[in-house]
């Protein structure tokens, strides 16, 4: 998968929560003539912000992740988005699985995990 497409109620609040807590400020952001701003990760996964009106309805079962190189890194993680008053909704700490969940402004469920 290269991109993910996310409806929301506020781009640059988006913009700026995906920029400080999962990288997608690699390289410039771009607008499409459509409205739909484009965010890019450093491994170049392409993440669209369209903004929408009205409330954004998830199924309780939706959520995307983010794969971290190490335990530490989720854990650092977790330290960041809980001091920033980031809403943290599930941790598991296991030998060979360390996951994050928060969820977004806009309340998608971010998982942020290591596995070897």
Same mark, same amino acid.
């Given at each position: ?6 409806? +929301? ?42 903004? +929408? ?12 992740? +983010? ?50």
């Amino acid at each position: 998968m290269d991109h993910l497409a996310l409806a +929301v109620a506020d781009q640059e609040r988006s913009r700026r929560f995906y920029e400080k807590h999962f990288g997608f400020g690699a390289r410039p952001a771009r607008r499409y003539d459509d409205g739909i701003l484009m965010l890019y990760n450093e491994k170049g996964f392409a993440l669209a912000l369209g903004q +929408v009106a009205g409330e954004i309805t998830l199924p309780p079962f939706m959520h995307f992740g +983010v794969g971290l190189a190490s335990p530490d890194q989720v854990r650092a993680l977790a330290q960041r988005l809980k001091a920033d008053g980031v809403e943290i909704v599930e941790r598991w700490e296991e030998p060979d699985y360390v996951s994050v969940k928060c969820r977004d402004p806009d309340g998608y469920v971010v998982e942020c995990s290591w596995e070897p």
